[in-house]
């Protein structure tokens, strides 16, 4: 197979573009919380100051390889997310590696970065983050399982693993879309993604009220910049696969922005309106929840 | 001298039955003293540090007197200092401001030069009221610092007793403003003086049971 | 509850000093460091007196005693009532009075301060010999009357030069009087 040199541009450019997104969008979603409670909040550009001044940190001190490479395993879990998903369908540009990529990968990629990241936290010695590690932990796996659960009935649905496929299938009218023909399994897995999105009530784990910061407490400098850049990055591949599996897929930037802004959306409404759960509580409501809307989505498909 | 039994020097057996000589101090800790960290490339970089640094002020939430009440406030919607992209970081590692909110006990400077010495050069520290100032209401306590800028070297004062979260956030513009002029070296300050700094802090500290540097 | 009742009820079984009413429901009275324990125990069991709400200590410098002030509280009947007992300040070293984490377990904590703070040892009280409130203090328990806390700050502390005084006082003397010295002469 002939090995095409301009897909490497083109996927620095998508990279270029999300990263971007992510920043001015995180920012814009912190400010519609701060607006809920009745503040201005941070402005728009505030991600960019933070990561400059991250970057620019005279000093920073490590605690041996697995450290280092925790972020570094964060920050390829979220650019590999991005890439080997259609981002924009149909677009030659824009579609990156998805021929490589598939659904089971997808999901791979979705759990890599947590676990990169606990291994690096862990490395850091620090007790809180041995304490967030596992609160953690066990939150995600809790949290991805009605979300693996939908992932199948989808996959059951249209008989393929390719996201790119899928995505075509739902082409045509938005009547074609996921959502409305195999509405359990689009239920299931948004209230998943409500525990993966670490915001209330799911946001325990990275809370600083709660132990201070959970795994990230000794990470610092470059090290936090890194992750913040993840930050940006790994929200949107992640609603880019919901993008694509579920709403429709995107044709163009344009109804990309609009659909990710309010699937991120959906996070924050909820977020803003409910207090935290524990670890244990938070498990308990997913095991009960959204699990049985999985496993009734596989059997009816 | 009486320190935690865990901290001194003793022989200890490990799980494999072999003993050995641990001396706590001196094997968990790094001992090099800190170094100045020059300012980065040429002017132009540097300025856009600074001005990063100056509009992203992370401040360590640790309360370390009574002045820690004014800070809460401005955290609330009245006074909203998130605008000014203040936000408060619960780990030092993390944070690059300590703000020294009021009077400081002997007790609360040993673990406030703990904590200031785990954060990451720039750094920079505000005292808060007048018991930072000249010792403030407790002038004559047999248990306070009197004057802060001999035990941590101060960027800025915000005077008051204590001042009310507006003058905290003007005090915080004229911090800013001090940044993005290049004036915020208090790290650098700190590592070119460490000793005079050190004998300060170890003659009203008594109980001494920390490595010289806490990186 | 009466508090003039309660004395004369204890006064038939204990030796104590005068009663101080000083409000219907709170009241003081001194008794020797002996009877102390016993009574406590009949104020706790018999008299409904479960709350131990401080123990304190006041320095009689002049007289060379230290003043305990046990107050106890009837929850039931919204009553106070202070027992306070005499025990010697000897010249140098600590000064020594019976322990009662026995009867209330918080009185550990209050007994932890006083020797801390006074220097009255209380033997037998759990943790009574680690460091509480201050850490490497080497003078002199700081709440004596004989600590000088102005002297000893400004001995150990850097003072930062060009301090002044507001006192209100002066500021009027100077005020009204002009031509008057400081020392009242005109």
């Known amino acids: ?301 | ?215 | 509850m009466n508090l003039s009742d309660l004395y004369n009820r204890l006064k038939a079984l204990f030796p104590l000093g005068e009663l101080t009413e000083q409000r219907p429901d709170l009241a003081f009275v001194t008794l020797p460091a002996e009877f102390l324990r016993p009574t406590l125990l009949h104020l706790r069991d018999r008299e409904g007196f479960t709350h131990l709400v401080l123990l304190t200590a006041v320095d009689w410098l002049e007289e060379g005693r230290f003043q305990l002030t046990y107050l106890l509280s009837n929850r039931t009947q919204a009553c106070d009532i202070g027992l306070r007992v005499m025990i010697d300040r000897p010249a140098s070293g600590l000064a020594t009075m019976d322990s009662i984490h026995d009867i209330w377990p918080t009185a550990a904590t209050y007994q932890r301060e006083l020797r801390e703070m006074f220097g009255i040892d209380f033997p037998g009280s759990p943790r009574i010999d680690e460091e509480f409130i201050l850490e490497g203090w080497n003078d002199i328990p700081p709440y004596r009357r004989d600590f000088d806390t102005l002297k000893y700050a400004e001995a150990s502390y850097n003072q930062r030069p060009g301090r002044e005084t507001r006192d209100p006082a002066t500021h009027m003397k100077q005020q009204l009087y002009p031509d008057t010295e400081p020392g009242g002469k005109p």
């Open chain 2, 1 to 215: 001298m009486s320190m935690k039994p865990e901290l001194m020097k003793r022989m200890v057996k490990g799980p494999d039955g072999v003993e050995f000589e641990v001396e706590p101090l001196r094997d968990y800790y790094c001992e090099a003293p800190p170094t100045v960290m020059p300012a980065a490339y040429s002017k132009i970089v540097e300025d856009l540090f600074n001005w990063a640094r100056a509009e992203s002020l992370w401040i360590l939430g640790f309360g370390t007197g009574c002045g820690a009440i004014e800070m809460r406030p401005l955290m609330t919607p009245r006074f909203d200092a998130y605008r000014y992209g203040i936000q408060w970081r619960p780990t030092p590692r993390q944070a690059n401001l300590l703000v020294i909110s009021g009077y400081l006990s002997v007790k609360t400077l040993k673990r406030a030069i703990r904590a200031y010495e785990q954060m990451q050069s720039p750094k920079y520290v505000v005292g808060l009221g007048s018991c930072t100032i000249n010792g403030g209401m407790y002038w004559d306590s047999y248990n306070t610092i009197k004057r802060l800028d001999d035990y941590l070297p101060v960027d800025l004062y915000i005077t008051g007793c204590m001042p009310r979260p507006e003058a905290l956030l003007a005090g915080f513009t004229d911090l800013k403003k001090l940044i993005k002029a290049g004036k915020g070296e208090g790290a650098n300050q700190y590592a070119e003086n460490f000793a005079w700094y050190k004998a300060n802090q170890k003659q009203v500290i008594h109980d001494w049971d920390m490595p010289d540097y806490n990186w």
């Open chain 1, 1 to 301: 197979m002939a090995f095409d040199w301009m897909k490497i541009p083109y996927s620095l450019l998508t990279l270029f573009i999300v990263v971007n997104y992510g920043f001015l969008l995180g920012a814009f979603i912190q400010k519609i919380g701060a607006r809920a409670g009745r503040r201005h909040g941070i402005p728009v550009w505030q991600n960019y100051l933070d990561i400059i001044k991250n970057y620019g940190q005279r000093s920073s001190i490590t605690h041996g390889v697995m450290f280092y490479l925790g972020p570094v395993f964060r920050l390829s879990g979220g650019v590999g997310l991005l890439l080997f998903v259609p981002t924009i369908y149909g677009s030659y540009m824009f579609s990156n590696l998805s021929f490589a990529g598939d659904l089971i990968l997808a999901l791979y990629f979705v759990f890599f970065g947590t676990l990169g990241m606990a291994l690096g936290a862990g490395e850091s010695g620090h007790p809180h983050a041995a304490i967030g590690i596992t609160r953690g932990l066990s939150q995600v796996t809790a949290a991805e399982l009605p979300f693996a659960l939908a992932v199948f009935s989808v996959a059951l649905q249209y008989q393929t693993l390719s996201v790119t496929d899928i995505v075509g299938a739902q082409q045509g009218s938005f009547l074609n879309w996921t959502l409305f023909t195999n509405p359990l399994a689009v239920t299931a897995a948004m209230l998943g993604f409500l525990g993966s999105m670490m915001r209330p009530p799911f946001d325990v784990v990275l809370a600083p009220q709660e132990i201070p910061i959970g795994p990230p407490t000794e990470y610092h400098s470059s090290y936090l910049a890194l992750m913040q850049t993840n930050r940006a990055i790994f929200p949107i591949a992640k609603i880019v696969i919901y993008m694509n599996l579920f709403f429709g897929g995107a044709d163009n930037w344009a109804s990309f922005f609009l659909k990710v802004f309010l699937i991120y959306l959906w996070s924050a409404f909820v977020g803003v309106c409910f207090p935290r759960f524990r670890v244990e509580q938070s498990i308990r409501w997913f095991l009960i929840w959204p699990v049985p809307i999985g496993l009734l989505s596989i059997l009816v498909v």
